[in-house]
C-alpha cells in the first residue's frame, strides 16, 4: 500500500487576526490540469464501487490475461496508480515531490509491504532483513529529496514495524504485555538496553527461538531508527491491529528512551494513535505524561482507525469485546478529545511535543486550525496535517494555499509500473505549509 501525506501549517495565529475557516469549496482545484481532475474524478468514483474493490485483484489478473501485461500495465499506471503512487524509480518520486513543492506540499515516504501476516516467505529473517535494507533507502530517499527541509526542518517517514519484526511475535508480546502490565521483565527500558549494546536478551516468557527474532527485530529497529537521526528523518511508526498494537507500543516506547531523550532534538519515533478504539483517549492521556515526566520528547500521528471491519470481526469470532466506538459519530468524538489532549501538550511542551493530525475530515482539519490559534501555536511549529496522496486533495490544497496564494499549475506524478520493493520505497505523504512557509519554497 502507498501513502502519501500533507503536513502543513494554517494559515492564522492569535497575532494574524481573527482566526479564518479553511475554505473547502474546492476552489484550489485550479491548480490542477483538467486531465488530472478528470483522472481523479473517474477514479475515485471507480473505487467507490463495491464490487471493483472487492475483486480488484482478480479483475486485474483478468486484465493482464486478456490484453497482456504490458497494456494492463499502462492502463494501471493512467489510471489508479497515477492517482495513488508518486513513482516507482528515485526520479519519478523526486519529480512527484518537487510537484507537490510547488504546491507547498511535503512528502512522507512508507516502504510498501504485504500486508498478510506470516506467509511462507516470512518464516526466516532475510525477509525481515530485505525490508530493512528498503528502508534503509528509504531514509536516505526521503532525506536527498527535499532541497530546503522547511521552517521545522521536519523530514517524515513511515515505518511499519510488523514489516521488521513478525507478527507472530508481536501477538505473542502483547499477550504478555497484557498479563503482566508494567514489569521490568518486559519494560521499555530493558528493551532499549539491549537494542543499545546488542547483547543478547533473554525474555522468560518467550522461547529460545522467539527471543532470538526478538534481539534480530530490536538490532534492525535499532538500525533505522540510528541511520533516520542521522538523516534527520522522523519516523512515524503505524498503528495496526489491536492483537498487535500493545507490542508495537513497546518497541516504540523503547526507541523514545533512546531516540527522544532530552538535547537530542526529538521526538525522531512516533508513535500512532487510532481514535476508532475505546481506550485510546486514555492511553494518550497516559502516554503523553509519562513522557512529560520523563522529560521525554513525545511525538502523535493521530488516526481515525483502518482496520474497523476486522476489529470487528475478530471480536465476534474470539467472542471478545469489540474494543471499536459503537459509531462512526462515537470516532468521531474521540477523535476530536484526542486533538484537544494533544494540542494542549504541544502548547505546553512546545517543540518537545510533536503532533501530525492524519485526517481527511474536514471537521477535525477546522478544530486543529482553530485550537492552533486559539492556543498560539505557531505556524511553523510542532504540528502538521496529513492526507494520502490523491484522496483529499481539496482539503491538502485548502491547508496549503490559504488566501489564494499565487502559486504554479502543476502536474501530480504519473505513476510506472508496479512498484518493486527492491527498488525504491515508495508512498508518501507530503508536508503541507502555511502562507509563511509557502515563501520558503516558491
Ligand atoms: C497520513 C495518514 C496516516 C495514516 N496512518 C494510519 C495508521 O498508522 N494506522 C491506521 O489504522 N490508520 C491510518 N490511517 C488511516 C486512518 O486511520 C483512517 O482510516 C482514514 O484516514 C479515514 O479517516 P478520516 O479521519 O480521514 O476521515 P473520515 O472519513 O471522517 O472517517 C472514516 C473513519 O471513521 C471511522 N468510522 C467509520 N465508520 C465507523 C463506525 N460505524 N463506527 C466507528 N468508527 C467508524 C473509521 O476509523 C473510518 O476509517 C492514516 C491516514 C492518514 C491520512
Known amino acids: ?44 468514483r471507480m473505487c467507490a464501487w463495491p464490487p471493483l474493490v472487492t475483486h480488484g485483484l ?5 486484465s493482464q490475461r486478456l490484453l497482456g501485461s504490458r497494456l494492463s500495465g499502462a492502463l494501471l499506471r493512467a489510471s489508479i496508480y497515477g492517482q495513488f503512487v508518486a513513482g516507482e524509480t528515485t526520479e ?6 518537487q510537484q507537490l513543492q510547488t504546491l507547498c506540499l511535503r512528502p512522507l515516504l512508507a516502504v510498501p509491504t504485504e500486508e498478510e501476516p506470516d506467509s511462507a516467505v516470512k518464516t526466516g529473517e532475510a525477509w525481515y532483513e ?92 535499532h538500525r533505522v531508527a540510528q541511520h ?12 495496526e491491529y489491536t492483537s498487535l498494537n500493545p507490542a508495537l507500543s513497546l518497541l516504540v516506547a523503547a526507541l523514545a528512551e533512546r531516540w527522544n531523550r532530552p538535547g537530542e532534538g526529538g521526538p525522531w519515533v512516533w508513535n500512532t494513535y487510532q481514535a476508532y478504539l475505546k ?50 459519530e462515537a470516532t468521531n468524538q474521540s477523535y476530536s478529545r484526542c486533538l484537544e489532549l494533544m494540542l494542549a501538550h504541544v502548547s505546553h511542551r512546545g517543540p518537545m511535543c510533536h503532533l501530525m493530525v492524519a485526517s481527511h475530515n474536514e471537521e477535525s482539519v477546522q478544530q486543529a486550525t482553530k485550537r492552533m490559534w486559539e492556543l498560539g501555536i505557531p505556524l511553523d511549529g510542532p504540528v502538521c496535517f496529513g492526507q494520502l496522496l490523491g484522496m483529499c486533495d481539496h482539503v491538502s490544497l485548502a491547508l496549503a494555499i490559504p488566501g489564494q496564494a499565487p502559486i504554479q499549475t502543476l502536474r501530480l506524478p504519473s505513476c510506472q509500473t508496479l512498484p518493486d520493493r527492491s527498488v525504491v520505497p515508495v508512498a508518501e505523504g507530503l508536508k503541507p505549509v502555511s502562507a509563511s512557509a509557502v515563501c520558503d519554497f516558491c
Not at 58 to 62: E, I
Not at 92 to 97: A, D, K, L
Not at 306 to 323: C, H, I, M, N, S
Request: charged content about 25%; hydrophobic content about 40%; some cysteine.
Open 130 to 221: 530485505g525490508n530493512l535494507s528498503a528502508m534503509l533507502r528509504c531514509v536516505d530517499l526521503s532525506q536527498g529529496l527535499l532541497e530546503a527541509p522547511g521552517p521545522t526542518g521536519n523530514i517524515l517517514m513511515q515505518l511499519k514495524m510488523t514489516a521488521l519484526t513478525s507478527t507472530r511475535l508481536c501477538k505473542e508480546l502483547t499477550s504478555w504485555v497484557r498479563r503482566l502490565g508494567a514489569s521490568w521483565e518486559l519494560s521499555p527500558e530493558r528493551l532499549a538496553e539491549a537494542m543499545d549494546s546488542g547483547r543478547g536478551l533473554q525474555i522468560s516468557c518467550l522461547n529460545a527461538e522467539q527471543n532470538q527474532h526478538l534481539q534480530a527485530s530490536l538490532s534492525r529497529l
Open 58 to 62: 482478480a479483475l486485474q489478473a483478468w
Open 92 to 97: 519519478e518520486v523526486r519529480g512527484c515531490v
Open 1 to 44: 500500500m502507498l501513502w502519501t501525506c500533507r503536513v502543513l501549517c494554517p494559515q492564522a495565529g492569535p497575532s494574524a487576526g481573527g482566526w479564518q475557516p479553511l475554505s473547502f469549496d474546492g476552489g484550489a482545484f485550479h491548480l490542477k490540469r483538467t486531465g488530472e481532475l478528470t483522472r481523479a474524478l473517474l477514479v475515485l
Open 228 to 239: 533516520a537521526r542521522a538523516q534527520r528523518v522522523r519516523l512515524l511508526v503505524d498503528a
Open 279 to 328: 481506550d485510546t483517549h486514555e492511553r494518550l492521556r497516559r502516554d503523553a505524561e509519562a513522557a512529560d515526566r520523563a522529560g521525554l520528547a513525545f511525538g502523535v500521528k493521530l488516526v481515525r482507525g483502518a482496520y474497523l471491519d476486522k476489529e470487528r470481526e475478530v471480536a465476534r469470532l474470539q467472542g471478545t469485546q469489540d474494543p471499536t466506538q459503537p459509531d462512526y
